[in-house]
């Protein structure tokens, strides 16, 4: 329940409205607890006395009192429910912004299902606590105590006899709900595995099909669909006990009337008017007795609820800025790693990395598959703070700096190039939507997207589906690149961002991007030689130490990795060249 | 996000639609009985609580006025009795609708999941995975409660207040005439509210899908997000969304607002009624007492299915959209189709089948045609590389082998038979394919492997992984081959993440080999460690290689130019050298020499 406590000061603003929704309840039940007694005024009339102006005023005035409860509960339902949904706005913007805020590495350990779960299901949950949870517990007090007071003025003893089984329904309703409460969060569980395999079916689909696996796919989703509606069926079987206890309830209690009620009558303790009054108060109490139990359960969920959305809130953004960030207007690019370790958990990915690259220079890494060459580059925009160590960009560390400024200087072109599911335009201008045309057209031309664009239909405006999933490997890359040249970054990575281009697409790139990254701090990561050749330094990576590094001359005379990997390259085209020349002749 | 992403949430069915609901019956099949029993369990509970207000009526009118002590205390026992039976009634009722509906959408969900696995690759094309799951999960879930709450308890409702009314009228024609003249009213104010609410739910329903498609772009694309100092306008573009769901939801409390109290009123108005007309009639000895009292019980026990009702409406119109949505799945025709008789895969002596193309055309779009006219064959054993620029329709090229899509024109041959012809799973066991987009399964190292073969050893397993010299980090990983893998591989090395697809594909020894840049992200050193150990394995295999560097495909007997979606030139490499046309131009490029005269995308 204490997770709960969280939402207060969410409320703090709608603190107004609690307080009409107080005092509008209290004069709700107390208009609505008229309507019993003019009836059993009018029944009383009956037997006795009446005629026909005393009936129409009793008429009247029950259709007055109800006309003013039933304004009332308007009011009510409008400002409660309504204030409900104020608040599920907020939260959900507050979560969302907090979201915004956690890291890469936050990401890599929670599912993107799981999260939608928390920020839609649980969400509507801690909803439900704001809205019908105060409204429905201020009903319960109100017209409860309301009505009680009525139901003792008819007959205290009556009263007495009837409200003995209260207790039994509210405390057997709450078990109920306890045990609903625990099935539930049992499917929950269940759906989420079930929902988790669709999911990944879906996504994977065209390697599902590649090695023609509907057969055990469909197998292993039926296990999971199987157990799910075994589960759910448990719960029937619990809930459908529900409303019958409900109504039972009410019905003793009318029966038990009957009974005393008839035997008041007899003797001449009670009226007709007393008899039909008390079963219309009992319809009154009836329902609060059923929402204590119902409510007590809403709010065990919303605070289950609540707890997980607290769990969001409450993961340290751990890449924040400081509290008097450096964000000059314009950054240099000057990038240094003093002594840099890095680890995402186990052992260290990056070890004792020292390098300083003067801004404006070209510096190539290469390196083994999963040597840390991209976890490198990923600690320059700080998607990840070194472990320990410094990253100083123009002279300050990564740490010091204001995120946005230093992420805004830094064009990043990630090796998967991940679009979304928008027009390519909207894509490329991502980070820059107030790019002129001439710098669109620049970007374009540089990354060479623009020669493919021209033959598509729709040109710019082609949408490129999920993950931009209807271009070719290529043009992914290309649109990817030309998003991260359009912000006009000081320093700019490319992470082997040129796979996926034919080597003709790329040497046309390469000439481009020398024009552009003349003025710029260049990071290329690259399997080819003839992609990193140029740069003004080469350093090798190997799990993640450097061990070699200097320019492309000093290297091949050095003799080692990168020496091995350019005779290796080199060794191949020679082949082929002589190949290729014994055969032209 | 685009704008057709909504256009299908938008369909929104008619609450009650016959061919529809014919086509939900069948799928009720075996749960018929459990259906029945439920019915005659409502109605027999309904029957029992019409009874009670006919026994308070009896009570006063013949007990307690007439001091009959003896004859209350049996009428109570009477009226326990019924209570106790109709709440027993009511509880196996709502069991039973729950249970059959329980399994009926089970049945549903099966179905739906099945046909998803034979959809056609165009069909995923055009929808995102988050519109097929909320058909899968939300869509499904709205026809549970159409057969467990919706219709039978609709039923239950429907009987119960014409019960009511009929019990009514044969207590006392005259008083249930007064009583029942507010009606109309309450039609009216039904009428009034259904019509609202059903605009704006189905407003709720757009708005919330777009919220929720939104919302689940961010978080998958959220370090793009970041690097892109996206955050304040995605908060905005969120803020916008969500407030835009808030007001058609304050819209709607309005409404509900509205209509209970209204009904209320109409119910007080009513019981005004009873005082006033029946107190009339009393005077003048047309009704008793009892009969005024069980009238205000019946008036109690009417409102209660009324505004009932008014909810269920709303749960018959979401179900019956739901379905009109599922059907929708279900109905789609397979672009692709299975051949009512398939061939078997035809393989050589040698054991591996011949590939043919013939005259293809081929376009994702009407006639945006990708490839045009392309004809070639790799023979038995024969290994034939594909080079061509990027976006020329290499990749294309191996999802109509797979037979991912149909071709326009011109046929595929395996094993000299069109693959129209033959059993798809069969083909595409036949082929072991290294997609260019890499997907791997959250899951183990080791599951992701044997993806294709479930059935292979761990021996096996290891023995692929250290073909494609993927043991070495896999070792290196704390619990080696049971590592957890991370959706979509996100704690991978890109490179990582395409070894561990080669293992995959190399697991099942495939008869044909297709690699799509299946080595762009890996290094040179341990490239050309793959290239030799693969070279050993699949030594005269029929085999496609797609690369860009020249280097990864020299071992290949023949050389295919794409180049706009034509097949411009092939042949062996001294052939194509000796040609002097593009691969001449791309060749001198890569290797040095003679500078290329002109581009080879604007070439040729
Ligand atoms: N699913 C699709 N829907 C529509 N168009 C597509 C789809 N897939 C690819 N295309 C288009 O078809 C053309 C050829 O794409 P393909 O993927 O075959 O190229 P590729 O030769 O493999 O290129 P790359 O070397 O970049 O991988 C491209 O212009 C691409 O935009
Ligand atoms: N988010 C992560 N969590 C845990 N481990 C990771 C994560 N990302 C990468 N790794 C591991 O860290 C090592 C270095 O990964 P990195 O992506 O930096 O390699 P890389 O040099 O870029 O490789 P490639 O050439 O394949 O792109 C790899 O062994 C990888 O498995
Ligand atoms: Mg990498
Ligand atoms: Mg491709």
Known sequence: ?585 | MSENWQQEEEVLGKAYDARLARRLWGYVGDQKRRLAVAVLLLLLGAAGELAGPLLVKLAIDKHITTHNWPGLVKIVLAFLGLALISAAFRWGETYLTGAAGQHIVSRMRMQLFEKLQRLSIPYYDRNPVGRLMSRLTSDVQALYELFSSGVVAIVGDVVTLLGIMVVMVLINWKLALITLSVIPLLLWITFVFRKHVRDLYRQTRVKIARLNSYLHENLVGMKVVQLFNREPKNFEKFDEIGGDLKHTYLRTVFFYAVFYPAVDLVYAVAIGLILFGGGHLMMAGAVTLGTLVAFIQYVDRFYRPVRDLAEKYNILQGAMAAAERVFKVIDEPIEVPSPPRALPLPIAASGQPSIEFRNVWFAYRDDDWILKDVSFSVATGESVAVVGATGAGKTTLISLLSRFYDVQRGEILVGGVNIRELDECALRRAMGVVLQDVFVFAGTVEDNIRYGCPDESLDAVERAARVVHADRFIRRMPVGYHEPVMERGATLSTGERQLLAFARALLCEPPVLILDEATASIDTETERLIQDAIARLLEGRTSIIIAHRLSTIQRCNRILVLHHGRLVEQGTQAELLAMKGIYHRLYHLQFGGVPPSDGVRDGA
Not at chain 1, 235 to 250: E, K, T
Not at chain 1, 377 to 394: C, E, K, M
């Open chain 1, 1 to 585: 329940m204490r997770a709960l406590l969280r939402l207060l000061p969410y409320l703090r603003p709608y603190r107004a409205q609690i307080v009409w929704g107080v005092l509008i309840a209290v004069g709700n039940s107390a208009a609505g607890v008229l309507a019993p007694w003019i009836v059993k005024l009018a029944v009383d009339s009956l037997s006795t006395k009446a005629n026909s102006r005393v009936l129409g005023k009793y008429a009247l005035l029950l259709l007055g009192s109800v006309a003013v409860a039933s304004v009332l509960r308007f009011l009510l339902r409008k400002i409660l429910i309504g204030m409900s949904r104020h608040v599920e706005l907020d939260l959900r913007n507050a979560v969302f912004a907090h979201l915004q805020r956690l890291s890469a590495s936050f990401y890599n350990r929670n599912r993107a299902g799981d999260l939608m779960a928390r920020l839609t299901s649980d969400l509507e949950r801690v909803r439900y606590v704001l809205g019908p949870g105060i409204m429905y517990p201020l009903d319960t007090v109100t017209m409860g105590v309301f009505s009680l007071t009525m139901m003792l003025l008819i007959s205290t003893k009556l009263t007495l006899i009837v409200l003995i089984s209260a207790p039994v329904i509210s405390v057997s309703v709450f078990y109920l709900g306890r045990i609903t409460y625990r099935l539930h969060s049992q499917i929950q569980d269940q759906f989420s595995r079930l929902s988790e395999r669709a999911q990944e079916n879906l996504a994977g689909v065209r390697v599902v099909r590649a090695f023609a696996q509907e057969e055990r796919e469909t197998a292993k989703f039926g296990a999971l669909n199987d157990e799910y509606v075994s589960r759910n069926i448990a719960m029937v079987r619990v809930q459908s006990l529900f409303m019958p206890l409900i109504g039972l309830f009410f019905e003793i209690g009318t029966a038990v009337i009957l009974l005393f009620g008839g035997w008041g009558i007899m003797h001449a303790d009670l009226t007709i008017g007393d008899f039909v009054g008390f079963i219309g108060y009992l319809g009154m109490l009836a329902w609060p007795m059923i929402a204590i139990g119902w409510v007590a359960n809403l709010f065990q969920r919303g605070a289950a609820s609540m707890q997980r959305l607290n769990e969001l809130l409450d993961s340290q953004p751990d890449i924040v800025s400081p509290l008097s960030p450096f964000a000059p207007e314009k950054m240099r690019g000057e990038i240094v790693f003093d002594n840099v370790f890095f680890r995402y958990n186990g052992a260290n990915t990056l070890s004792n990395i020292r390098l300083a690259i003067p801004a404006g220079k070209t510096v190539a890494v290469v390196g083994r598959t999963g040597s840390g060459k991209t976890t490198l580059v990923s600690l320059i925009p700080r998607l990840f703070d070194p472990s320990a160590g410094r990253v100083l960009i123009d002279g300050v560390p990564t740490t010091e700096w204001d995120v946005q400024a230093l992420r805004r200087s830094i064009g990043v072109v990630p090796q998967d190039a991940l679009l979304f599911s928008d027009t390519l335009d909207e894509n490329i201008r991502l980070g820059a939507g107030d790019a002129t045309l001439e710098e669109f057209a620049s970007a374009a031309e540089i990354s060479q997207i623009s020669a493919d664009v021209a033959e598509f239909r729709d040109g710019y405006n082609t949408e490129v589906g999920e993950r931009g999933l209807t271009l070719s490997g290529g043009q992914k890359g290309r649109a990817s690149l030309a998003r991260a040249l359009l912000g006009n970054p000081a320093i700019l990575i490319l992470d082997d961002a040129l796979a996926a281009v034919d080597t003709h697409t790329e040497e046309r790139i390469l000439k481009g991007l020398r024009r552009f990254a003349k003025e710029r701090t260049t990071i290329l990561i690259s399997h080819r030689v003839s992609t990193v050749k140029h740069a003004d330094e080469i350093i090798v990576l190997d799990q993640g130490r450097i061990i070699e590094r200097g320019t492309h001359d000093e290297l091949v005379a050095r003799g080692g990795y990168y020496a091995e990997l350019e005779r290796m390259q080199r060794l191949r085209e020679e082949l082929d060249h002589m190949n290729g020349m014994a055969n032209d002749a």
